[in-house]
């Protein structure tokens, strides 16, 4: 079965810093991977996903997601975190009609 | 374009009732899903529908929860005589025939005392 793993519970970022959500990944075959962000008291919004292709996907709100076969790894980043990005994120795969997601990285964004 | 609605927001009730919960996709949407978020933990798969059809109903508990999505009208997450333990974020989302992307209500809370 697919799976993905965020091991970071909570990420802390200064405003204007570059952030980095973790998330790693166990699949057999190619992964369809996503990010969403659930902002409180509202459903999940998609951000990105990765299906084929560059390895660098561009996502909503200035967000970009590498994919890295050899370590695993779709890491969620932003050259320049604003205060408005604190949220909860999850990493997610499909695995046929499933959704799998992690546990969720609660970003918090100071200024 | 209305995005995927869930009503009600918020729903308590006592132990042994019954609850229903609501989710309307995105027009032109066929398929559903519903996830369960338990406090500080990711979102749990429980149920996959398109219109008229249970496609996948592995993560659905094997009593007491069922759901539908009929010809017409919203899909409902029905939990009968609920628990403590059925206190929760429940999520809906939606998709069209053949994506991989899944667009989600903001979620039913659903309280048990």
């Known amino acids: 079965a697919q799976s993905v793993a965020q091991p970071e519970d909570q990420v802390n970022v200064a405003e204007g810093n570059p952030l980095t959500v973790k998330c790693t990944y166990s699949?057999?075959?190619?992964?369809?991977l996503f990010w969403y962000v659930q902002y409180p008291n509202r459903g999940l919004q998609f951000l990105l996903k990765?299906?084929?292709?560059?390895?660098l996907v561009k996502g909503s709100y200035g967000f970009e997601a590498e994919f890295n076969k050899s370590q695993t790894s779709f890491h969620l980043k932003k050259p320049s975190a604003l205060v408005s990005d604190s949220a909860l994120y999850f990493c997610?795969?499909?695995?046929?009609?499933?959704?799998?997601f992690g546990a969720g990285t609660r970003l918090t964004v100071k200024p | 374009n209305a995005g995927v609605m869930q009503n009600p927001r918020h729903l308590v009730r006592r132990r042994g009732q019954e609850a229903r919960l609501r989710c309307s996709p995105v027009?032109?949407?066929?398929?559903v899903y519903w996830y369960r978020q338990l406090p500080e933990e990711g979102l749990k798969f429980m149920v996959y529908?398109?219109?008229?059809?249970?496609?996948?109903e592995s993560g659905m508990p094997k009593e007491r929860f069922s759901a539908e999505f009929p010809k017409e009208g919203p899909s409902i997450l029905r939990i009968q005589q609920v628990v403590r333990g059925d206190s929760a974020a429940y999520f809906c989302?939606?998709?069209?025939?053949?994506?991989?992307?899944?667009?989600f209500g903001p979620g039913t809370r659903l309280t048990v005392l």
């Open positions: 529908l398109q219109k008229e059809n249970i496609i996948d």
């Open positions: 997610a795969v499909r695995d046929g009609n499933d959704m799998r």
């Open positions: 699949v057999s075959g190619n992964p369809y």
């Open positions: 990765y299906i084929t292709g560059d390895n």
């Open positions: 027009k032109g949407h066929s398929h």
């Open positions: 989302a939606s998709s069209p025939p053949a994506a991989d992307t899944q667009y």
